[in-house]
């Protein structure tokens, strides 16, 4: 069927009707631009139309279709022509219209994957991002603010030593009392706490001994829906004991000193929506956990030798002198101590007193 050819036909009819585009379409019921796109063969009208523009324009559906005058003796082959024209034609707009269905569809069913897609990611985003804490910045800075010191064991006479359960340490305590401790031979920490008065001034030496096995276990109770009880078939949507212990043997974690070495330069790690749940679930692990057991510190030296811990800088007192807190690891304990002494305030005095310690 030849659009083209049928709107000039329609055009030339019209006129010799005296008819305008408007007129035309005024008595189909239909839009002026409608008649002016057939004309112009740019569409063909509706097959309902067919009967209404043969009985205005006096000519019949054969010549309509053919787009021309059918002389009558040629009515019975133009006719077929026209009916064949007619099916192919109808063939190919239901052929068109079936494509632009399933484009349409395929389209809208990926439209709808991404929004599910990105909405589900979204929910995860929610779910699994913790809140920047204000003291990230200082945290980084001052575990950035690192050193190294190698420390060799000395052994002392006998008599110069403190014992505290299987712990000791050239004895420092001139002058100091014991205040209070808690050293039950079953409790998993102990601690020794000694005081000295001097005026108004009161100094204080602790000394602490604390089972830990170092799997990320301190931050359970702030959210033991994420947590789980380590079951992952009680909660299999849990960060269960597996995901923890396979979070530390990843990224080669194996006691608190290679925690804060790795949290010097991950934290604080920021979830995105491109990221699977599984990833998300451990940032938001790791950026918990930090956030509760990483002190706030000037700065860090590391131990190493025949020791293997951390000296840490808290701060200073009142009197302007440094305070730190040692921590040394020995088969899955930790022996630590921290005091305002204003000896303890030298890292050399406290290097030198690390030394002496023996832990059997």
Request: charged fraction near 30%.
């Amino acid at each position: 069927m030849n659009q083209e050819k049928i709107g000039k036909f329609i055009a030339e009819l019209r006129k010799e009707k005296n008819l305008t585009q408007e007129e035309l379409a005024n008595k189909l019921h239909i839009t002026k631009n409608a008649v002016s796109k057939w004309e112009r063969g740019l569409s063909m009208m509706d097959m309902s139309l067919l009967i209404p523009v043969c009985d205005i324009l006096e000519i019949s559906i054969t010549e309509l279709l053919n787009g021309e005058r059918v002389e009558s003796e040629k009515i019975k082959e133009q006719t077929d022509n026209a009916i064949k024209n007619t099916l192919k034609y109808s063939n190919e707009k239901i052929k068109k219209s079936r494509i632009k269905s399933i484009i349409f569809t395929t389209i809208l069913i990926v439209v709808l994957s991404f929004g599910l897609f990105f909405g589900y990611k979204l929910f995860l985003l929610h779910k699994y991002t913790l809140k920047r804490p204000d003291s990230v910045d200082k945290v980084i800075a001052g575990l950035k603010n690192s050193k190294d010191v190698k420390i060799y064991k000395r052994t002392l006479p006998e008599d110069e030593y403190l014992t505290l359960d299987n712990f000791k340490i050239r004895n420092v305590l001139d002058g100091y009392e014991l205040d209070r401790k808690h050293d039950d031979q079953d409790a998993p920490s102990k601690y020794y706490i000694y005081r000295k008065k001097e005026g108004d001034k009161t100094t204080t030496i602790q000394f602490n001994i604390v089972e830990k096995e170092f799997q990320l276990n301190e931050a359970f109770a702030s959210d033991l829906d994420f947590y789980g009880d380590g079951d992952s078939s009680m909660n299999p949507k849990a960060f269960n004991s597996a995901d923890r212990k396979f979070f530390l043997l990843k990224n080669d974690i194996n006691n608190e000193i290679d925690f804060y070495k790795y949290v010097a330069d991950h934290y604080y790690v920021e979830n995105n929506i491109f990221m699977d749940r599984r990833t998300m679930m451990e940032n938001y692990a790791f950026n918990l956990f930090a956030s509760i057991a990483i002190p706030e510190v000037k700065g860090v030296t590391y131990i190493k030798g025949d020791y293997e811990g951390a000296i840490f800088e808290i701060g200073t007192d009142d009197n302007n002198v440094k305070i730190y807190s040692v921590g040394i690891m020995r088969d899955g304990r930790e022996y630590g101590f921290v005091s305002n002494d204003p000896r303890f305030g030298n890292i050399d005095y406290l290097i030198d007193l690390i030394g002496t310690i023996e832990i059997r």
